[in-house]
């Protein structure tokens, strides 16, 4: 009884929510509602003013207007403590540990359980231990948090937020870096939450997701609120048109180019492991790619796939051995600059921290791994570095105030753009794309298979990883599976399913 | 959007790092002691104060903004002085000579210190620290500890005073018509050259690109390690020059020279609005911060306050400069 009791009463609303920084509108009349028990999904491109709304929430911009209601009492936050007083937890995008410390003790920070004025240390860690082992993690929660994976340290930052004892509890793309295993554990914990009445918001790019845990949805598009439905009412097609105001007729437009001749080819490629330990990361890896075909690679955390790309590109510089030919030309990874010199480009898979110098404008930022074009004798020529970022900015659709905005103030999916217009520059041959659509809402996803499709029809060779199913199956012509840094299948993108790619992928 | 446009106008660096310098100013017009701020001398004077430490500030800023520190200024400058006053005044080599040598031992102390961040990863901090060890006992082996002066001793043990060489009279000159000492003229000379370098040269790009984010620019084929050793060889290549102009302003290259000159240097950025997080300011913003620990410090002393409540107050200074640029997010 007490369990419908909690059910279905309005915990959060908030309604005419406008915000604006330094003149421009992020948010125009937006409204969100949460019941008890619900996973409330928060939908809309890069942009769309999702990330704000949940930052006015939490408490982090105080100055806005519009009304906030918790449990029917209308509050006014003006700190993020005042957030977390009123029962609101949110688990960022971006990680907000202390990777030097233990895991324990980034899950007491901030609110550490003392004994006059001591550390109650045991204390500590035995609560840590058990509360991660109640989300299915066992682990040493004396050791540091930065030796565990990131998928792990994912699921501290979780445990952090529970700790808590949130009803309302915000998640903004939590999945991004969890395997499929913790995947599935981070549902488990979702339906127990739902149990307790808690009430859930959940920000996700991914559709698969979407439809799994949503009761309701509500979506905003350009700062506007544009409607909430339940899930069910709600198909794909339609919350796509929602968000993104216009029918996409196919999610994966792919194109089958003519047969090319081999572009790249690897024979027993090895890498051995950057920091140092005796296993290689990839081992003895062989393939090859053609002109104009996309070839994907496939596999989980730790299958050595991005390993294999960054190895080629010149990364770990020397570190990475084996016979790579070029064109039928012999080539030997050394730096990433001698690769772009040769044809070769790596768009990576984190963009913050490898892929945009993120205080720099766009215009310096498009230019940066083609400069020497740009600099004849040395000496910089701004008005053609302009001319190109404008150039860029039209064909890649890049929404920008102006081209000398800093890169860090703009939305996931236009930094991507910038991060893509940076390696057009440098004219490739070949195009190593590691998650170029990771955190990138579904209108610049499209735009970015569009691309792809662009790119190949010029004969461009591309070796796509992407830990979206979907997106390899549909976008790859070919499929190599890969698992503890070997090749363990591969696929005609026709005989390659989901269930094959991930048997092979887990060996 | 004339509001928006009036904010970002606002919170400029420049604007924020002016507002400084004004207040700073304003103070002095206030304090006008035997109305000295409404002679041209005081201000010509101020600027010639502060151009050896402006030359240090320019190689500074290059480093700081590509994420770097540079703590060996002080001593390449004492190394450097005592190196030209020994050359000129000792062993009577010719002026041109001495002078590209001085310049070349400069900037080898930079060139070393940059391969050793960027070769061999040690960290600025440190390898900047063991240079500013190492250089200044180089300074002090080479005078064997004596100021090189022109009393140069004779091989029987007496002194005999020799002139100065020409060049120390011209680098003390003031020129057009007593108006600016050739000092300061150098000081904007290397201002010029780092302005070009940071905003005209492809070097100056990648200066700006490390500093923001070094494994962005590395994967992006950016030369990291030549340019990381381009900023600190030209950091020394200042001190040598700064160097030269100490030994011109004292009549003698003394290896107790520059010591804590790093610290002056680093605060001037850093009022500035330079931020030491690297990535991030401009050379026109030490130009700003120069002046303002300049006027500073003539406001001070025309007002004949002690040196004991003028360290306090510069210190105070620098929080305040530094609280007043910090934008409100």
């Known amino acids: 009884m007490l369990q419908d009791d909690k059910k279905n009463i309005q915990l959060l609303s908030m309604t005419g929510i406008c915000k604006s920084f330094s003149g421009v509108q992020v948010l125009s009349d937006a409204q969100l509602e949460l019941r008890s028990g619900e996973v409330h999904i928060l939908a809309g491109e890069n942009g769309a003013g999702k990330s704000t709304l949940i930052k006015i929430l939490a408490g982090v911009h105080t100055e806005y207007t519009g009304t906030i209601h918790v449990d029917s009492k209308k509050v006014n936050f003006n700190s993020i403590h005042d957030a977390a007083a009123a029962g609101i937890s949110v688990i960022h995008q971006e990680l907000s540990l202390v990777p030097a410390m233990s895991v324990a003790e980034n899950i007491f920070l901030g609110r550490e359980k003392s004994r006059f004025a001591w550390l109650a240390k045991a204390e500590m860690i035995k609560k840590a231990s058990n509360m991660l082992k109640e989300i299915g993690l066992d682990i040493d929660v004396t050791r540091e948090l930065g030796d565990y994976p990131l998928s792990t340290q994912q699921m501290v930052e979780i445990c952090k937020a529970l700790a808590i004892n949130c009803r309302i509890i915000v998640m903004d793309e939590p999945t991004s870096a969890l395997t499929d295993v913790e995947v599935e554990k981070l549902f488990t914990i979702i339906a127990k939450l739902k149990q307790n009445g808690c009430g859930i918001i959940y920000i996700t790019h991914k559709m698969e997701e979407i439809y799994r845990i949503a009761d309701r949805i509500s979506v905003l598009r350009d700062g506007k609120y544009i409607g909430t439905a339940p899930a069910s009412e709600l198909n794909q097609a339609k919350l796509i048109q929602w968000m993104v105001g216009r029918e996409l007729n196919q999610q994966f437009p792919r194109h089958k180019p003519k047969d090319g001749s081999v572009a790249l080819s690897v024979k027993d490629f090895t890498v051995a492991d950057p920091s140092g330990k005796p296993f290689p990361v990839v081992s003895k890896v062989s393939f090859s790619v053609k002109t104009g075909e996309i070839l994907g690679v496939a596999g989980l955390q730790g299958s050595g796939n991005s390993e294999l790309l960054n190895g080629i590109f010149g990364t770990y510089g020397t570190k990475a051995k084996g016979k790579i030919e070029l064109e039928g030309k012999s080539y030997n990874p050394a730096t990433p600059s001698h690769a772009i010199a040769n044809g070769i480009s790596l768009l990576t898979n984190d963009r913050k921290t490898t892929g945009l110098v993120l205080g720099m404008n766009i215009v310096h930022n498009t230019t940066l791994a083609a400069l020497k074009k740009f600099s004849p004798g040395h000496w910089l020529k701004p008005a053609k570095e302009s001319q190109t970022a404008e150039h860029h900015k039209k064909a890649l659709n890049l929404k920008a105030a102006s081209l000398s905005m800093q890169v860090d103030s703009l939305s996931g999916g236009n930094q991507q753009k910038v991060a893509i217009a940076k390696w057009i520059e440098t004219e490739p041959k070949i195009f190593f794309l590691d998650e170029p659509t990771r955190g990138v809402d579904v209108g610049a996803k499209h735009e970015i298979y569009e691309l792809m499709n662009k790119w190949t029809s010029q004969g461009i060779a591309i070796v796509l990883i992407t830990s979206e199913m979907p997106e390899l199956l549909a976008m790859s012509d070919r499929i190599i599976v890969m698992h503890r840094g070997k090749i363990t299948a591969e696929y005609a993108s026709a005989d390659a399913t989901q269930e094959k790619i991930l048997q092979a992928a887990m060996g | ?329």
């Open chain 2, 1 to 329: 959007m004339k509001n928006g446009l009036k904010h970002s106008w606002i919170a400029s660096p420049v604007t924020r790092a002016l507002g400084a310098l004004i207040i700073i100013f304003v103070i002095g017009l206030i304090f006008n002691a035997d109305s000295a701020f409404f002679k041209w001398g005081t201000h010509r004077d101020m600027l010639r104060a502060v151009s050896v430490y402006g030359m240090l500030a320019c190689g500074m800023t290059m480093v700081i903004i590509a994420g770097g520190i540079d703590l060996s200024v002080g001593s390449i400058l004492a190394l450097t002085a005592v190196c030209f006053s020994l050359f000129t005044i000792h062993r009577g080599i010719n002026v041109f000579i001495a002078i590209v040598l001085c310049l070349c031992i400069g900037t080898l102390c930079g060139v070393c210190s940059g391969a050793f961040i960027a070769r061999f990863r040690i960290q600025p901090f440190i390898a900047t620290l063991a240079m500013m060890v190492f250089a200044r006992g180089v300074a002090k082996w080479v005078s064997g500890g004596q100021k090189i002066s022109t009393a140069v001793q004779q091989a029987d043990g007496s002194y005999k005073y020799v002139d100065v060489p020409e060049i120390f009279n011209i680098i003390n000159s003031k020129i057009l018509a007593n108006n600016i000492t050739v000092v300061t003229i150098i000081f904007l000379f290397c201002l010029l050259i780092s302005w070009l370098l940071l905003v005209k040269l492809r070097y100056g790009r990648y200066i700006y690109a490390i500093g923001g984010n070094e494994e962005a620019s590395r994967l992006s084929g950016v030369p990291v390690s030549r340019a990381k050793v381009l900023a600190y060889g030209l950091s020394g290549l200042f001190c040598a020059v700064a160097g030269i102009c100490q030994a011109a302003q004292e009549l003698q290259g003394d290896p107790e020279a520059g010591v804590a000159y790093e610290l002056s240097a680093i605060a001037m950025v850093v009022i500035g609005g330079t931020s030491l997080q690297g990535g991030r300011g401009s050379i026109w913003l030490t130009l700003i911060g120069v002046l303002t620990i300049g006027y500073l410090e003539k406001i001070l002393s025309i007002n004949a306050v002690g040196e004991d409540k003028r360290l306090m107050l510069t210190g105070a200074i620098i929080i305040a400069a530094v609280l007043l640029q910090r934008t409100k997010k």
